[in-house]
């Protein structure tokens, strides 16, 4: 079965300190990866997604970046943090294989809080 | 007009009953449709896809979509106190794009 990890679960960052959220998937290959956060009482907002490696599509025009260096490897980037970047931050993947669905399934998410 | 619209209630039942979560779509070549179930502080939690009209039952879950009308919708049977969570729609379009569209959700609060 396919499950998918995100760490750290938690994060307090100063403002205007780097960033860097991992995520990973285990038990599927070549899947469509995907960054979301959602701030306190907000719904879901689209960052990043990828549909292989080194290939990144940005949604939203911010000082994070992502980068996919390894097939089943998400990471999350930012090299100074604002107070706005603080939320709720998910990965999430779908499969590319035809047949299987467009079901999405997030991971356990990181709770990130800039003071 | 947002892409996906859902009334952010909360929506309160008793225990027993039936929820009735509502969710409507703008785009007419939406194809995909899901319900997922956040709860407080957690990571949204697939509960159900639905790809064609009619209605689809998985246990106390059912989703109804209508393409016609732009909406799709989930019914909790026999509402616990359990189910008390947040109820987030999705939508996809098949073909062109990668990207899922969320509602803002619908708290539902089921009463003992």
């Known amino acids: 079965s396919q499950t998918i990890h995100q760490w750290p679960a938690t994060l307090v960052q100063p403002v205007g300190s780097p960033l860097s959220l991992e995520c990973t998937v285990e038990?599927?290959?070549?899947?469509?990866l995907y960054w979301y956060r959602q701030a306190a009482g907000r719904g879901l907002q689209l960052l990043f997604y990828s549909v292989g490696i080194g290939q990144i599509s940005s949604e939203v025009p911010q000082n994070l970046s992502a980068s996919r260096p390894q097939d089943r490897q998400f990471i999350l980037s930012s090299k100074k943090l604002l107070l706005s970047d603080s939320g709720f931050y998910l990965c999430?993947?779908?499969?590319?294989?035809?047949?299987?669905?467009?079901?999405?399934?997030f991971g356990p998410g990181t709770r990130l809080t800039v003071l | 007009q947002k892409e996906v619209e859902q009334n952010s209630g909360p929506l309160s039942v008793p225990e027993g009953a039936i929820a009735s979560l509502n969710c409507t779509y703008s785009d007419r070549v939406s194809q995909s449709f899901f319900w997922y179930r956040q709860y407080s502080g957690k990571s949204p939690e697939l509960i159900m896809s639905i790809y064609s009209n009619g209605d689809k039952e998985d246990g106390r879950f059912t989703a109804q979509l209508n393409k016609a009308s732009q909406y799709v919708s989930l019914l909790i049977r026999d509402s616990q106190p359990s189910d008390s969570a947040t109820y987030l729609c999705a939508v996809k379009k098949t073909s062109g794009t990668y990207k899922y569209i969320f509602g803002t959700g619908t708290r539902l609060k089921v009463l003992a």
């Open positions: 038990g599927t290959s070549n899947p469509n």
């Open positions: 999430a993947w779908n499969s590319r294989l035809a047949g299987m669905g467009n079901e999405q399934f």
